[in-house]
């Protein structure tokens, strides 16, 4: 595979992983109700934290439009998006970025080509690498709790300059363990979204990812 450019890779920098996540976090709106939609997406927005939601089927493209139409500061983006169809939809919807839970280069070039940043899904060094060079934002490590952040250390020996947002069974117990570790950022989304207080859950982990503050990996092109 051939890497793409400069050019093409400045429309998606690693510094837009650092607008869409400034507090390192993502939180995951998986199977929720619009009124669960609704509470998250104001507390984050207040919190300049992004969210996604997840796109099980086409049908959830109209609670992406719900959350846009909200109206509040929050990043919103489109999870799930497992190929082109679901991102163009997607990206149709207004969502801010893409993220996907496997590695399709056909999906990560439409993003690339529509200026729209991907974090594209990824669990070997090979296939993060693959996403690096065809030009997504970040690499979405999934699921990265079974795998553990000592595997995210491991990753990174070669490829430490590549943004890793873990993904998969992230709480206010290990998230901080992947930041260590060298993540970027971490996803939660059960843990925020069936907490009794959401709310609360989501500024527990904040406060956890807050201490000594990492700024993400940055890149100036491609790996080769």
């Known amino acids: 595979m051939t890497p793409r450019d ?32 609704e509470t998250i997406t104001h507390a984050a927005a207040s919190r300049k934290v992004a969210i996604e939601i997840a796109l099980r089927s086409a049908d959830d493209i109209n609670q992406l439009t719900f959350a846009k139409q909200l109206k509040t500061d929050c990043v919103i983006g489109a999870g799930t998006v ?8 997607a990206i149709d919807a207004g969502a801010d970025f893409i993220l996907s839970p496997n590695l399709d280069i056909e999906t990560i070039n439409y993003c690339v080509q529509h200026d729209a940043p991907i974090i594209a899904g990824a669990m070997t060094p090979t296939e993060v690498l693959n996403a690096w060079n065809a030009g997504a934002t970040a690499v979405k490590v999934f699921p990265a709790s079974p795998l553990g952040p000592s595997y995210i250390k491991q990753l990174l020996g070669p490829l430490a300059t ?24 971490v996803g939660v989304g059960g843990a925020i979204a069936n907490a009794v207080n959401p709310t609360t859950e989501l500024d527990q982990i904040l406060t956890n990812l807050a201490a000594e503050d990492r700024e993400p990996p940055t890149s100036s092109g491609p790996t080769t």
């Open 82 to 89: 497992t190929n082109t169809s679901l991102a163009k939809a």
């Open 6 to 37: 400069a050019s093409v890779r400045s429309k998606t920098t690693p510094s837009t992983l650092t607008q869409l996540a400034p507090k390192r976090l993502l939180v995951i709106c998986r199977g929720l109700t619009d009124t669960q939609v």
């Open 162 to 185: 590549i943004p890793l947002v873990a993904v998969g069974g992230m709480g206010s117990t290990n998230s901080r363990t992947f930041i260590d570790a060298g993540c970027a950022a």
